[in-house]
């Protein structure tokens, strides 16, 4: 699009108007060319630079937009105004100069920079400083003590030697590592201002060790000008901190209770400066009891005896070789001492239902009773025997025991009753809680008695005699218990009846009360014992039936109550007699013909045959004679025999003969000897 005639033409009125004035005092329009805001591109924030070649840029002045710039000039002067590089010419409209060249030596420089109108008139000049300084600090150590440090502790680094750059020292540049390998600055030779860590001059020349890693570290320093140059050389050093104060343990004080003083002992260990002992600064351990003065020991150990009774505060703490310290936040432990025994003191009565039941109370004032500890025991009055512990349980606050007192003969005992504390200590009583002295009489419950024997509430048997060769027998009658036989015999395979009371002492009948017929079987039975329980009735008696089996002993038991004693009734004796059968296979035999054959068994019952068998006699008889044997056969493993029997002698024709069986006695067979019934046999 066109532009208007009237735009085009004001600015050439205004510029005709400058040129030429309307008059004598019309304005000067190169006076009006100078350069703006001169201003030094990488400025480091302090004018200085460590390379001679600036670059330098400004803002147009406001004429330049209608009075057109033909070129920019510089020079460059020294601090006295003389010209050191004479004036370079840069053509066109430029407002910046890319390669600012100064001399080589260091020093301050005054740039002077004018531009040029149309017609090449010079208009004002602009200056600025320029500051170069390529020189470096001498070479800087890293001053470090020898062995370990704290964190606490300041690093120094050496100051440069002069003389120093024109620039000054900017400060120090500082890297730490393990290994040695970092470099202060990222570029050799020369450092960033973020790269100066101690960037306060010549004398900031510390810095905290807590700065630093625990352990060994290599520390690198160079120093570095007002330019950022740095020394030429990286000084290093090995640097040891310990950051860490050491630890300690505590030994001697247990969780729980002790009865007497406790040596406590603490030990220190520091994995870097150590604890060796050395000279009043170095390395020491230190304890104290109950706030009172630390007790303090060189080195590594420390020992304390704490005393007296209750709970004490224990603080430990130590210092390691270059003063790290717990002081200020010690360990602590708690050391707890109970030097009295526990207070012991029976119950003042026995429990009337409960009579051999023996309680005492147990009370310790510190560390408490123990819950597992303790017990009760008791000897003849007045005697030096040995005390006999009682089965005590410990329970909170008493001890509490059986006494057996039916298993103890009649007398006067006295009683001692034994209790520990959780400390250990140990404190035996012998009174009750009124301060009489624990003493009781035995029989200490009512006696009981026990009156049985074989038959039911009456016994009615045949009582025999013999006189002149004739066995005479008559029934008799027995009602009580204590006069029946202590021996009755059964034949094989029949049980009998079993009856007794149960009455105290005064002849009370004592009824509802268990007891146990306790029966003993004879060596060889298959069960040793069988024991059977029965209730009495209201009179106190009881009735059983005893099952058939071998021989036996019988005994019954009443096992006592709380309030009454035991009692054993008297042992008496159930004889069993063998069973023995035997039969003739015929009850004629003819003489020198096929033998007769004699055969039976021997009952096992309850009795195992052995796989050897049993001996079995057999014997004969002529009528009125007496009885003898001919052969002795040994039965089978269940029991059986069997044997052939052959008539030769004439004498035998016409004769009958009787034949029996006969088991003898044995110390494995538990059966009383016993005969079959005889069997006839007749020779013809």
Known sequence: MKRPLGSVLAPLTVLAAVLLGPGPAAADPVSELRPIGLRVFDDDGDGWHAANDFRMAWDRPPIAELFPVTAADHRVRDQAGVVVVPAVRHPGNVNRIEHLRVPPQPGVYIVDVWLEGPAGQAGPKASTTLRFDDARPANVRPLVPAGWISAGTRLRIEHPAGPQPISGIRGYAISVDRSGDSTPCATPGWCRPAETDLAGGIDDDSFLYGALPEGTSVVRAVAVSGSGMSSAATQSATVHVDASRPEVVLSGATAGWANGPVQVRVEAADALSGMAAGGPDGPFTAIAVDGEVPRVERGAVARATVTGNGAHDVAFYARDAVGNSREGAPSRALVRIDEEPPQVAFTRAQDPADPERIEAAVADRLSGPDPARGSIALRPRGSRQLWEPLPTEVRPGRLVARWDSDAS??????????????????????????????????????????????????????????????????????????????????PYGHGIAFAGQLTSAAGSRLGGLPIEIVESFAAGAGSLQRTTTARTAADGSFLTRLAPGPSRRVEVVFAGTRTLSRAHGESVRLEVLAGVRMRASSGLVRVGGAPVIFSGSVGDLGAPTPSGGRPVELQFRLPGREWSEFRTVQTDAHGRFRYPYAFSDDDSRGVRFQFRAYAPAAEDWPYEPAFSRPVFVTGR
């Open 409 to 490: 003969a009649a007398g006067t005992y006295e009683f001692r009753a034994t209790a520990f504390d959780l400390a250990g200590n140990a404190g035996s009583g012998e009174r009750r809680g009124d301060g009489a002295r624990m003493v009781l009489s035995n029989p200490l419950k009512a006696r009981t008695a026990i009156a049985a024997g074989f038959g039911g509430r009456r016994l009615v048997w045949p009582r025999c005699t013999r006189r002149e060769g004739q066995r005479r027998c008559r029934r008799e009658a027995i009602d009580a218990f204590e006069l029946r036989p202590q021996t009755r015999a059964v």
